[in-house]
């Protein structure tokens, strides 16, 4: 028997063929993928329907309102709930350092409406995070323990996780605005919607893995 020859045959590796290590790494990539794509689509059940048309009548009633700026849509339907009697105040947050009361009681606040007795503005808030702390504040300035939040329909979860994180102890009931009127370009109105809606997610994401770890 020729001693050289091995007992055993060496398996030549196969050209072409993934690594054990390359395999793992795609299967830990597609799980990842799996779970984001459902916490997206959980995000985007959890996005309230807007309110249309507008029926300040069938709206919550609470001890406060406040709207988180970043359309004119939000603050007129905020200062039609206020007028119906939804709550007692109302707090527009994030308001322009540029912008004055007389500016916006000469845009939403006629002769007749409850701008000048009952509209407080916050001027400090810059972020969502900031339109938190500027509520919190206000709330517990007012002594409110219920809120109507007004914001866009999209914006609404993260602005719901980040209000009930700086106040446990307080109540939220959603009043969506829709994000746009209709688009003639239905095409750009849908890649417009999607990057908002991605870009939304990943601030979500990020304000849920900081409350969990904050």
């Known amino acids: 028997m020729n001693s050289s020859i091995p007992i055993f045959r060496h398996k030549k590796p196969r ?27 959980s995000f985007l059940a959890a996005i309230p329907e807007p309110q249309q048309p507008l029926d300040p009548s069938s709206a919550p009633s609470a001890d406060g309102i406040v709207v988180l700026t970043g359309g004119r849509d939000r603050i007129a339907v905020a200062m039609q709930l206020l007028e119906a009697g939804r709550g007692a105040r109302l707090l527009i947050s994030g308001v322009n350092e540029e912008i004055t009361r007389e500016d916006l009681a000469a845009s939403f606040g006629g002769d007749g409406t409850r701008f000048g007795c009952c509209v407080d503005l916050g001027f400090a808030a810059r972020t ?3 339109n938190a702390e500027e509520t919190a504040d206000w709330v517990a300035e007012q002594g409110f323990r219920s809120l109507v939040v007004v914001t866009s329909d999209y914006h609404m979860p993260r602005s719901l996780a980040l209000l009930r994180h700086r106040m446990p ?10 994000m746009d009127g209709p688009s003639t370009n239905r095409a750009l109105r849908n890649v417009k919607l999607a990057r908002i809606l991605v870009t939304e997610y990943a601030k979500y994401v990020v304000t849920l ?4 770890l904050g």
Request: a positive charge.
């Open 15 to 41: 050209r072409g063929g993934l690594s054990v290590l390359a395999r793992v790494g795609m299967g830990f990539a597609l799980v990842l993928v799996l779970m984001a794509g459902g916490g997206f689509l």
């Open 128 to 130: 969502t995070v900031g």
């Open 169 to 178: 102890a307080v109540s939220f009931a959603p009043y969506a605005v829709a």
């Open 209 to 212: 893995v900081h409350h969990r």
